[in-house]
């Protein structure tokens, strides 16, 4: 089952990646790694929960390796492995408003005694909810009513109301305030900053929320100011606010949607917010800026469901079940929620339409509200300033239900780039060569072709023949490219996985196939295509566990199990050439101790009262499609 490569050639990759450019696609791109959805105190939520003072500067001070004092406890507080990237993507909705209301008072050039009158009275309650220590509970009610999504957006100019006085004086200091900052910290080749925001629709408590990158500088993004909820809670009014501002200013943009595991259905189904099938002209706009999915993140796991992938043992991982809204309603997974079922259903609407608008590429990053882009297991600081410490973590956070404990220390955006700077990686966001982990610096890499062997893999250049005679992660095969004349023709995944030296060794290599059967149905399978030990499957083709070092007392494990590196070619055993298909990679690691375990302890108890102890922490690769 195992091919032995060297895992130093994978290693390899970053060492040599200043070394020049291929005439086609560069094999000695470099692996980068980064957050895209981090929050500041500029954001009106982590204000509220004890974000006072980790504003951008912070912000990016943390990712790149600096200590900075935490912003509710004061301890200095360091990142164990500095990013390569980051993007402060505030909440574009009342953008660094709530800070100057508490800070110093907006300052309205000239409100009407009713606005000013209004203003002062929502200045009193912020200010006693925040000094009162129930910034909590104030952002709670601003939560949206549980209620049809669809009639909730239709009344968004009612829900949305008039900004506050001084709204857009808030929102001009802040947007430069983070391009400034931004600009500050770039240094091609080192570090990047990327300039983005989050436009946060949430009709009637359905997620849609969009994490918006540009490749802007700070001179650039003085030319718009971001597009909040508040303009419109529809995604194509987005798409279309950034087409018209990319043909005006020339900026790129990608705008990755997060969280669909709460979206009540709705971000990845075939009916539109508006109502009504979707269009190919939808369609279409949804693929050109929506090349990236957010996989996994704080408030959970979006990849399945164990009630969407019955058939998958592995399903079931940081599940999180607690809806953006008040007196949540009980939750239930839906297919539009998760990205394995939104693929499965891209394929669909492709043979119906001729374009798939859920074809994107998976990352994985914090959403922390800390301003530190902490993903790291035993260095987590928690969703908010609030619960950054033990004793907060076993109470209710966000809203009723989830604790610090239920939620997960991930994840990490991984980017094939050809250097570290802004274009670079908007490149690779937008052709999709990019994966996601759940926190550990799990190395991978991913090309399918029809012609890859044992022997390709053995060679020192099969990452150049992996470009040249295939397509990366991210990438589309056709059948006009199989080799003519053969029956046998499938495609061939050639795989290369590494473990992170500070997390655990590698248990298993899945491949995760969906594709669309005569009647234009869609199905999905796993295949466990590599592993470590001397394991056989079972009967029913089970593979056994890799077993469990952690020891729970100690919230400690050993490197006895699993192994440093697991390679592979797989060829799909089960191909149609006249099926539609995707495939993608997931690499699990072995049982790890979970942060709430590690809180725990440090608490005198013999176990967390919420979430799991351990976890198989794991990477998940942008899918590769197959188009008959």
Known sequence: MRTPVPIVWLFAVCSVCLAGTAAHANPDRQLLWGDTHLHTSYSFDAFLNGNMSADPDVAYRYARGLPVLHPYTRARVQIQTPLDFLVVSDHAEFLGGIRDIYLSGIQDPDPNPLERLVYWFNEWRIRRAIDGGTGADYFRDLLPVAEEPRAAALRWREVAGNPPPGADVSLNNAWSAIASAADAHNEPGRFTALIGWEWSSNPGGAN????????????????????????????????????????????????????????????????????????????????????????????????????????????????YTHYLEQAPDPYSA?????????????????????????????????????????????????????????????????????????????????????????????????????????????????????????????????????????????????????PAGR??????????????????????????????????????????????????????????????????????????????DLQTVWRDPAFDPGSPAFYYVRVLEIPTPRHALLDALALGLTEPTEGPSVLQERAYSSPIWYVP
């Open 208 to 319: 849609l929320h969009r994490i918006v990158v540009s490749d802007a500088d700070a001179a650039g993004a003085a030319n718009f100011l971001p597009f909040s909820s508040a303009d419109s809670p529809y995604p194509d009014d987005l798409w279309d606010w950034l087409a018209a501002t990319h043909d005006r200013t020339g900026v790129r943009f990608v705008a990755i949607p997060h969280n669909s595991n709460i979206s009540k259905g709705l971000m990845f189904d075939r009916e539109t917010l508006r109502g009504g099938p979707m269009t190919a002209d939808y369609a279409e706009l949804q693929r050109r800026f929506e090349t990236l999915v957010e996989v996994t993140q704080i408030k959970g796991d979006s990849e399945t469901h164990p009630e969407l992938s019955p058939d998958d043992p592995f399903a079931d991982f940081e599940t």
């Open 334 to 482: 839906r297919p539009g929620d998760y990205v394995r079922a939104g693929l499965r259903t891209g394929l669909e609407i492709e043979r119906d339409l001729g374009i798939n608008p859920f074809r994107f590429g998976l990352i994985g990053s914090t959403d922390s509200h800390t301003g530190l882009a902490s993903a790291e297991e035993p260095n987590f600081w928690g969703k908010t300033a609030l619960d950054s410490i033990p004793e907060n973590k076993q109470v209710d956070a966000l809203t009723t239900g989830p604790t610090g404990w239920s939620m997960s220390a991930a994840g990490l955006a991984a980017v094939w780039a050809d250097t570290n700077d802004r274009k670079s990686i908007m490149d690779a966001f937008q052709r999709r060569e990019v994966y996601a982990t759940t926190g550990p610096r799990i190395r991978l890499r991913v090309f399918a072709g029809w012609t890859f062997t044992d022997a390709t893999l053995e060679t020192p250049d099969w990452i150049e023949a992996g470009y040249r005679d295939g397509v990366p992660m991210g990438g589309t095969l056709t059948s006009a490219e199989a």
């Open 487 to 564: 029956d046998d023709s499938a495609p061939t995944l050639m795989i290369v996985a590494g473990m992170d030296p500070s997390s655990g060794t590698l248990d298993r290599v899945q491949v995760v196939k969906g594709w669309l059967d005569a009647t234009g149905r869609s199905h999905e399978t796993v295949f466990d295509v590599v592993w470590s030990g001397a394991r056989t499957p079972d009967a029913d083709g089970r593979l056994p566990p890799v077993g469990d070092t952690v020891d729970r007392t100690r919230g400690t494990f050993t490197r006895a199990i699993g192994a440093p």
